[in-house]
């Protein structure tokens, strides 16, 4: 689901904790946090909240002092939980509370890595689909069942509650709320001086270790993804790909499925919705022209993976995001 572009931008409010990790939070400070008056829109409001005014230490062994508490967490307007202490843990009935009245209050609710923990503990997530860090995923179900947890993204946007893998995942969630809420120029703007691909493609399984001891093999995939990208608008077959690596396809398969965590045709089919993101965002050709473009076969095909991959047309993503 995408987001409408909003016009009045509510606060953000992050929550800092002890034993937290500083990347996720610093990530969240760097984007809504730093003044950015060369875009010339209005930006965020950021506070940086706790459950307590004391110093909380951080993971690398310096501590930080919140400048708020949870009063300010439940009056903003997106509110994000850049991860737990503890995912095994049992998150505090004052933080499930702010949680829960942000969210009554009409709040968006945005988790990092491990922070889907502690919207999982306040019933925020029920009945939805999130996701989490890859190796928190099974944990994660396991222990909020009401949960629809979907490990292969990086990140789950439900409409008010959002939610994102890993932690360099957030940086993509983060992104795509610019997106939602000041259009793609601005989005794109940031992700340049953040020196970030303002869309990744692909999901966590490409991340997951796997106890594999890589080949020679890895670079004849290398060489089919590279033709595969000069070649996108073109039929691409399993076969075409193997007979580049100089592969059996079965090996071929095999091979492609450890490196990259999905089958070939999958990966040719998401590096042309990529292709076409913009394509879409910039130009006014039809939808028709560059489902063709970067080589569905019809534009039902186009319509139907571009659907599947982005939760949304491929026209009604032009609504949100042309620049055209």
């Known amino acids: 689901m995408l987001m409408p572009v909003r016009t009045g931008l509510p606060s953000v409010a992050v929550l800092a904790f002890d034993g937290m990790s ?17 875009l010339g829109v209005p930006w965020y409001d950021l506070k940086v ?21 949870l009063d300010a967490l439940v009056s903003a307007g997106t509110v994000i939980v850049p991860g737990v202490a503890d995912v095994r843990g049992q998150v505090s009935g004052e933080l499930v509370a702010a949680l829960r009245l942000a969210h009554e209050r009409g709040a968006r609710m945005v988790s990092i890595c491990s922070g889907a923990f502690a919207l999982a503990a306040a019933g925020l997530l029920d009945g939805r689909e999130a996701t989490t860090h890859w190796k928190y995923a099974e944990l994660l179900q396991e222990r909020f069942p009401k949960v629809s947890v979907n490990a292969s993204v990086l990140y789950v946007d439900d409409g008010d509650v959002l939610t994102s893998a890993g932690s360099a995942a957030g940086l993509d969630l983060l992104i795509h709320l610019i997106r939602g809420d000041h259009g793609p120029n601005v989005a794109n703007a940031v992700a340049r001086r953040l020196v970030i691909a303002p869309h990744r493609e692909g999901g966590q399984a490409q991340f997951i270790q796997a106890a594999v001891t890589p080949v020679e093999d890895d670079d004849a995939v290398a060489r089919a993804m590279t033709w595969a990208m000069d070649h996108l608008a073109q039929p691409i077959s399993v076969g075409d790909l193997a007979g580049v ?44 022209e560059i489902g063709a473009a970067v080589g569905f076969e019809s534009p039902v095909t186009f319509r139907h993976h571009f659907t599947r991959a982005m939760r949304t047309s491929p026209s009604a993503y032009r609504r949100a995001f042309s620049d055209a």
């Open 245 to 288: 690596a100089h592969m059996s396809e079965r090996s071929f398969i095999r091979h492609f499925k450890r490196q990259t965590g999905t089958s070939p045709l999958r990966w040719v089919i998401s590096q042309r919705v990529a292709a076409s993101l913009p394509m879409l965002e910039g130009t006014a050709a039809p939808v028709e």
């Open 22 to 38: 500083p990347f996720e939070l610093g990530c969240v400070v760097e984007i809504f946090g730093l003044p950015r008056p060369e």
């Open 49 to 69: 909240c706790a459950e307590t005014p004391q110093p909380l230490r951080a993971v690398g062994g310096f501590t930080l002092q919140a400048a708020h508490g």
